[in-house]
Structures are given as structure tokens and as C-alpha cells.
């Protein structure tokens, strides 16, 4: 059974930084493009990023470039998010997503994804 298990939320205060990590227990991890969505109470799901299958491209969401960095250890079925410059805005239920060699673009855009975690609480206090 695949699992998509996300350690590492927490309360952080603004200004401050926060690493994420996503661990898959997916058979072909390397063939999976990673994402991160976030959803806000109130708010709709957003696409805050991710890395492809080969760690070639990345995307970040305009509302959190310049302060997130994606990451992946292929050998340990892992990617990260780390988050700096943390803003109250920032507050929401973060969740990593797999779909299998898909582009940054279409995995973005899909309503669902082949895979999904239960997500991990960030809030972020002023």
C-alpha cells in the first residue's frame, strides 16, 4: 500500500523557517514527480510547488518563491520543503502529491493526483 507520510509541521513565528520532508513508500520513486499543495481554512487547495521525477525542474507557486526550496533524496524515497521567511499567510495544511512522469504544469493543475498524504498543520504566528 502506498503512503505518503509528511513529518514536520508545526507552530513557527513569522520570520522563521521550517523544513518539511515527505516520505513515499512508492516502488519507482524516481519515476514520480513530487508537489506540495496547501490548503487554508476558507481558502481553496493551492499548488504551492514541486520537483520532477529527475530533479531537473522545479516550480514555485509566486506567493512563496524566493522563500521555498524543493528538494529530493531518491535513495531515501524522500523530498523536502524547506520554508524560510515564514509569513502568517503561510498558515494552512500542507500536503505532498505524487503522479508518475508528469510535468510540474499538470500535476498543478490536476484536482487529484495519483497519490497524496493526510498533510501536516503549519501555522505561522504574527
Known amino acids: 500500500q502506498v503512503q505518503l507520510v509528511e513529518p514536520g509541521g508545526g507552530l513557527v513565528q513569522a520570520g522563521g523557517s521550517l523544513r518539511l520532508s515527505c516520505a513515499a513508500s512508492?516502488?519507482?520513486?524516481?519515476?514520480?514527480?513530487m508537489g506540495w499543495f496547501r490548503q487554508a481554512p476558507g481558502k481553496e487547495r493551492e499548488f504551492v510547488g514541486g520537483?520532477?521525477?529527475?530533479?531537473?525542474?522545479?516550480y514555485y507557486a509566486d506567493s512563496v518563491k524566493g522563500r521555498v526550496t524543493f528538494s529530493r533524496d531518491n535513495g531515501k524515497n524522500t523530498v523536502y520543503l524547506q520554508m524560510n521567511s515564514l509569513k502568517p499567510e503561510d498558515t494552512a495544511v500542507y500536503s505532498c502529491a505524487a503522479d508518475r512522469f508528469t510535468d510540474l504544469q499538470t500535476m498543478g493543475a490536476r484536482t487529484s493526483n495519483d497519490y497524496w498524504g493526510q498533510g501536516t498543520q503549519v501555522t505561522v504566528s504574527s
Open positions: 520537483i520532477n521525477w529527475s530533479g531537473t525542474s522545479l
Open positions: 512508492i516502488r519507482s520513486f524516481s519515476t514520480y514527480t
